[in-house]
């Protein structure tokens, strides 16, 4: 890749790069404009429009999700947060596809639409590991399937182009984050480009969007005032967005040392990446790496028009999370709605501590999508949250969890330079000297909440890192003696030492010191509990010797898995790149199971039911990190005891 002078990139974005080299003041971008009161809903419908007085929205979001008004459903807490930024927002959830009538029916907006597939890439959330498709889907009411198309993202900004000619549509979410660059597609079998290309929108917002988008609107918004005609340059170079622009001079020298703020990287073109699938690995770790050292713009070329990608947006702070989510979420599906989505049910009584995770591990999308800063919630303002909960309709005492990607980073904090770091994990290959974790603050948090007026139980049941864990043994006490009902399910993923360097996963005698740690405090506590590990099959350099030697393991231990993910390359990581390229991220040549018969070999020496019959993977799909989180049943105990 080549370094491209930082005139390039400012003639690239239409604007002198202020935007980069001066990231936007958190207290620049909130709350100054005339707030708009909360309403206990965002409108989904003219009539709850005109009952909040509103004559126009100011922006329309369109999703391939229920509207839940909870703050893990992005909607709702892109909406929310708007309105405190004072524009009035409605939101149109699972449009029908064959017509724009429902996308139409609250009136054009007055600034721009906003489009999400949805908490998961569409595509993952329609299709197994064996690509068959799936008959529910989590964040639909009742759990029905088929609410929303394949590749939304780029349906959806057909439709609004349809309805709404000449509006800004923004694209956003998991699916656009993960698809920004070229990228393999495991449903199409093939190297797809970026989707922002496909969708024809007018810009693409990765990671987390509270910045972009009010910054967004806000450009929109005074652009309106003046001239009611926005410039196709007016959303160029906001932090955590892409671009389309022109054919850019890419003929500047490379940059001869370490990238300074705001200059530019270039990026393999798509074309390259075609010809040659292991560029895919090249482009995917640049992008990895900036998504976490925040510092320069990449650009990839696409026959003659180049994708510009801007930094990624600063991390919310602690005050904004607090501010964030203080927001009057009612925890509740849309009242249009006569049944539940099922991830309601799942996460309605959950709380959000912080985001961003450390770990980098290669097949998850948090780390490029969130980054691996870790954003802290202060303890005032959680206590405050479970305090508000307590008095919900539907509280029945129990808080089903408090954490992030990773039960155990909050607070959290790198005491070194992240811009300048070459690391791919704070964690991997091990714990980095820089990393400072907080874990006795956690278990002082959790304890207080546990004693809050109305709070009967407070539950931690999976997401604990477990080589972090065993940092700090006080903390292992507390989980383990005090917020453990009986299972913990842990990520080991396999006892491999080459798949799990491929995974970036700590070696597997983490795991066995933690299941040693687990089993003394249970006994000590009077407790029979368990670990349930989560499995992955097939991972890119994983063969069918190693997956017997997991088998062989198991038996050892007299475990029998209850489901194995099979892993399933999605969309932007790493191990989707190495995957497509059968390369490790070093180059080197690794064997990866492709064809269904090979997955299937691999799947079903842990999963021998699931050999001829796989299973049709009725679970929860975990949004953060677009990876099946098993149902694992209640272990059997004689097979399960240690
Ligand atoms: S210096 Fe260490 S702790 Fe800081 S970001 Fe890099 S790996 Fe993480």
Redesign the pocket.
Same mark, same amino acid.
């Given at each position: 890749m080549a370094a491209i002078a930082p005139w390039a990139t400012a003639a690239l974005s239409g604007r002198v790069l202020a935007t980069a080299a001066s990231p936007l003041d958190a207290n620049d971008i909130c709350y100054r404009l005339p707030k708009v009161p909360q309403p206990e809903f965002l409108p989904m419908s003219r009539a709850e429009m005109e009952r909040l007085g509103w004559d126009t929205l100011d922006i329309l979001l369109v999703s391939g999700d229920a509207y839940v008004d909870h703050p893990s459903f992005g909607s709702a807490l892109l909406g929310r947060w708007l309105c405190a930024a004072g524009f009035r927002v409605g939101i149109v959830a699972q449009p029908r596809w064959d017509s724009p009538a429902d996308i139409m029916k609250m009136g054009r907006p007055r600034l721009f639409v906003g489009v999400t597939a949805g908490a998961l890439d569409s595509m993952l959330a329609h299709y197994t590991a064996f690509r068959k498709k799936r008959h529910d889907d989590a964040y639909t009411p009742g759990g029905a399937a088929g609410a929303r198309p394949n590749r939304a993202c780029i349906v959806y900004t057909s439709m609004v182009r349809h309805a709404f000619p000449g509006i800004p549509v923004v694209i956003g979410g998991i699916e656009a984050s993960m698809r920004r660059i070229s990228h393999f597609d495991f449903w199409a079998d093939s190297i797809r480009r970026s989707i922002l290309l496909d969708s024809k929108a007018d810009l693409l917002v990765y990671g987390m969007a509270e910045r972009a988008i009010v910054e967004i609107a806000t450009r929109l918004d005074s652009i309106a005032h003046n001239t009611n005609a926005h410039p196709p340059t007016a959303l160029h170079g906001i932090r955590g967005t892409a671009y389309v622009a022109g054919n850019p001079d890419m003929s500047a020298s490379p940059h001869p040392g370490p990238l300074q703020e705001g200059e530019g990287i270039k990026l393999p073109s798509h074309e390259d990446i075609l010809a040659n699938p292991r560029l895919l690995m090249t482009a995917t770790l640049a992008m990895e790496r900036e998504a @976490?050292n925040g510092l320069a713009w990449l650009v990839q070329m696409n026959q003659k028009r180049a994708l510009v990608i801007a930094p990624p947006a600063a991390p919310l702070g602690s005050n904004e999370l607090d501010e964030l989510y203080s927001l009057p979420f009612t925890r509740l599906a849309h009242p249009s709605y006569s049944k539940v989505p099922p991830a309601l049910e799942m996460i309605q009584f959950s709380v959000t501590s912080h985001r961003g995770c /450390?770990g980098g591990c290669s097949f998850c999308a948090l780390a490029i999508h969130q980054g691996? @800063?870790i954003s802290s919630r202060s303890a005032d303002s959680i206590l405050s949250e479970v305090t508000s909960l307590t008095k919900h309709p539907a509280w029945r005492g129990s808080l089903t969890n408090i954490g992030g990607a990773t039960a155990n980073m909050w607070n959290a904090a *790198?005491?070194?330079?992240?811009a300048k *770091?070459q690391?791919p994990? *704070?964690l991997w290959p091990h714990i *980095? /000297?820089?990393?400072s974790p907080d874990q006795q603050s956690l278990a002082d948090l959790m304890k207080s909440v546990s004693k809050l007026p109305g709070v009967k139980h407070l539950r931690t049941a999976s997401g604990v890192r477990h080589d972090l864990a065993l940092t700090d043994l006080s903390y292992l006490q507390s989980v383990v003696g005090e917020f453990t009902g009986g299972q913990l399910t842990v990520a080991p993923e396999h006892n491999s030492s080459r798949v799990l360097s491929l995974m970036r996963k700590p070696p597997f005698a983490e795991f066995e010191r933690f299941l040693a740690a687990f089993d003394r405090i249970s006994r000590q506590c009077g407790k029979e509990q368990y670990v349930i590990p989560y499995l992955i099959s097939a991972f890119p350099g994983c063969t069918v010797e190693d997956m017997k030697e997991l088998a062989a393991w198991l038996r050892q231990k007299n475990w029998k898995p209850q489901q194995v993910q099979c892993f399933i390359p999605t969309p932007g990581t790493v191990a989707s790149a190495m995957y497509c390229a059968g390369i490790d991220p070093d180059g080197n040549p690794i064997r990866v199971a492709k064809t269904d018969a090979e997955r299937l070999q691999q799947h079903g020496i842990l999963c021998a039911d699931e050999r001829s019959h796989p299973r049709s993977n009725h679970h929860f799909l975990d949004s953060r990190k677009e990876k099946v989180q098993h149902s694992v049943a209640k272990p059997k105990r004689d097979l399960n005891r240690r």
């Open positions: @976490h /450390a691996r @800063h *790198c005491k070194g330079n992240q *770091c690391r994990s *704070c *980095c /000297a820089h990393f």
